[in-house]
């Protein structure tokens, strides 16, 4: 330091920035030139310009596929955000007071661990669990109580209606113990004087949720949203794993993450996929920026 801050905070950045250029921002710029060529993998890339862009406008499966986030991009964050709120707060200020403290309902160390548990399971065993809780015969978790009930088996990936659902399902599973614990640790950081002080004037559970836990944990529900949706852009381990010939049946769980790979690993179309590619990036970094803009709000100091 002696000598300058700049050398020494330059030596300390040079290794991870030169990382970040070359797994990062390198693989970026090549996926935008691919873009702009017919490259099928084995021969020499021609240079096509737009035309892969141009292309998009009249895939069918790229639309399908975007109208699909768009569901995944309401239903996922909306749904997740709603259970995990409601379980940290149970967690964390649903029990009792005591010594001035809010306390969470009984056991809540425990539920801590149990909801968070998917998060150390691996996407595809996560994907392949339940493949068996939605198997549509007497094996099927599901559907082997209702048909010891007298129902008939749901096809909950067969059927067009149900098959997106479904898929949403696991992913609301597999993210809420991670948001409860963002969410918990929000709260714990919320001082117990302002519960207590709501309580004197007579709020209730309901009103200290509404009026003091969500507006104190607003920053916290932004990041969540964000990261949220950027899953929603992604969707591929879920989708390719468990759907029915990867997006079925006929496209109705299909992403633009399914549709990169089919186009590039199966038809060899390098070229058209990388332009999925780069039009999945605008469309997260977008999704991002509004989301960000939209829910700004003044910090509130507590």
Known sequence: MRHGKYPFVIGFLFVPVTLYVVFVIAPYAQAFQISMTNWRGLSAPQWVGFDNFRRLFDDDNFWKAVQHHGVLLLALPLITIAIALFFSFLLNVGGKSSGGQRQGVW???FYRVVFFFPQVLAVAIIAVLFQMVYRP???????G???KLGFDPVLFLVRPNLALWSIIGVLVWQAVGFYVVLFSAGMASIPGEIYEAAEVDGANRVTLFFRVTLPLLWDTLQVAWVY???????AFAIVSVLSVDGGGPDGATTVLAMEIYRNAFVYSKYGYASAMGVALFFLTLTFAALTLRLTKRESVEY
């Not at 949220?228 to 992604?234: H, Q």
């Open 107 to 109: 056991g809540s160390k």
């Open 137 to 143: 015969n007497e094996s099927g978790l599901i559907n």
């Open 145 to 147: 109580v209702l048909m």
């Open 228 to 234: 949220l949706g950027i899953a929603a852009f992604d």
